[in-house]
């Protein structure tokens, strides 16, 4: 990763939670409980290496060749899709160190990259009540490391696929390595707290949350309960991003939405996004979807409904299509926004980054689907 990290924090309205480890203890409001984050390569500044471009997103450029250069002052982040570790991507936890394959190259680029994690990891617990279940071992974390990826969300509907203990020890050991989480913990003050860092002065902080139905009454963590960070507590999300907004310069929240297989967000959706922004938001990115879905400015928020799957089991889970949604600041703000394509190999399951042809067509697929979001092209003046 270009760029300096100055430490990681989580908070959370009225409670402040540890962000990793189901063990960790809470304080009241006002105390800080942190999670380091390494820093790695030289502090950017003017011709610093970028990732690789090649997407449009709105606000952003439109072209087939990498973005070699960032002017000084500017910090890019990096979003990715669903990653899990299964059936053809599970033989890529062999050599954690590149089982992301080239498409690191783009993550590590980045000043900040994170992705939603879509696996409990642990070889414990009981398969829960559902039709598909996925796990991993602790070297998927440090895959995750090795692939630039500075922190997951794990608000999502397979992260306690395996109950209580899967969760657990997912979080313990994503401490372990080092590997900051959030969207989930051992309770709902744990769960809702954002994740906080700070990179060359800038204050980000990263909400998961998940609006999938699939056990949520069970699923969503309370004050009693381990779970995941839920939109049915709407109040609590809310009050989240509100907490964050208190604390950091920008305020990304990662979602778990959708409909499975539709390229359009949902009533729901976009009533949740309506939510988040007014509450503070910048900066709104979705998974779940298996499908890219498109992005624009929902007023001043910044918001991509879908990157769909990333380092993925299954071909043609409704598309082998992906990317990663590159989003530079400039004084804290967005300035600029773009999907790098990519393409799921049909051998590995790796998101390889698309060329020719086909970032083409990927870039202008990304581009069309905004006509059914609602969003405009452009933040206003």
């Not at 890019?76 to 992301?100: K, M, N, Q, Y």
Request: net charge neutral; glycine share 16%; hydrophobic share 45%.
């Amino acid at each position: 990763m270009v760029g300096r990290r100055l430490g990681g924090l989580v908070l959370a309205a009225g409670l402040v939670a540890a962000a990793a480890g189901c063990g960790a203890g809470t304080m009241g409001a006002g105390g800080i409980a942190g999670t380091p984050v390494p820093a790695r390569g030289a502090p950017a500044g003017a011709g610093d290496t970028g990732g690789a471009g090649g997407g449009a997103g709105a606000g952003g450029r439109a072209g087939g060749g990498p973005s070699t250069s960032r002017a000084a002052g500017e910090i890019v982040l990096a979003f990715a899709g669903d990653v899990h570790f299964a059936e053809r991507t599970a033989g890529l936890l062999a050599e954690p160190g590149t089982a992301f394959g080239p498409i690191a190259e783009v993550l590590s680029a980045a000043d900040l990259a994170v992705a939603n994690l879509e696996t409990a990891v642990t070889i414990r617990g009981t398969e829960q009540p559902k039709k598909y279940h996925f796990r991993a071992p602790p070297a998927a974390y440090e895959a995750v490391k090795a692939a630039g990826v500075d922190a997951v969300s794990v608000a999502n509907n397979h992260t306690l696929d395996y109950g209580p203990v899967g969760l657990a020890d997912t979080l313990s050991h994503a401490a372990a390595a080092g590997v900051p989480t959030f969207g989930a913990g051992a309770g709902a003050g744990q769960a809702y707290a954002a994740w906080l860092t700070e990179v060359r002065g800038t204050r980000i902080a990263l909400v998961g949350i998940s609006q999938v139905h699939e056990l949520e009454t069970t699923w969503n963590a309370t004050d009693e309960r381990p779970g995941v960070a839920h939109a049915r507590d709407r109040a609590r999300a809310v009050a989240a991003v509100r907490a964050a907004r208190q604390r950091a310069d920008l305020v990304a929240v990662f979602m778990h939405w959708g409909k499975e297989g539709s390229q359009c967000p949902t009533a729901e959706m976009k009533s949740f996004a309506g939510a988040v922004a007014d509450a503070g938001a910048d900066l709104i990115v979705g998974t779940h979807a298996h499908l890219l879905l498109g992005d624009g400015w929902l007023g001043g928020t910044y918001v991509a409904y879908g990157l769909g799957n990333f380092l993925w089991w299954w071909n043609d889970a409704y598309s082998n299509d992906t990317g990663v949604l590159r989003v530079t600041l400039r004084g804290g703000k967005i300035a600029g926004t773009e999907l790098v394509p990519a393409y799921i190999s049909r051998e590995t399951g790796q998101p390889l980054p698309a060329t020719g042809a086909e970032a083409a067509r990927i870039t202008a697929k990304f581009a069309a689907l905004r006509a059914c979001t609602g969003l405009a092209a452009t933040a206003p003046p």
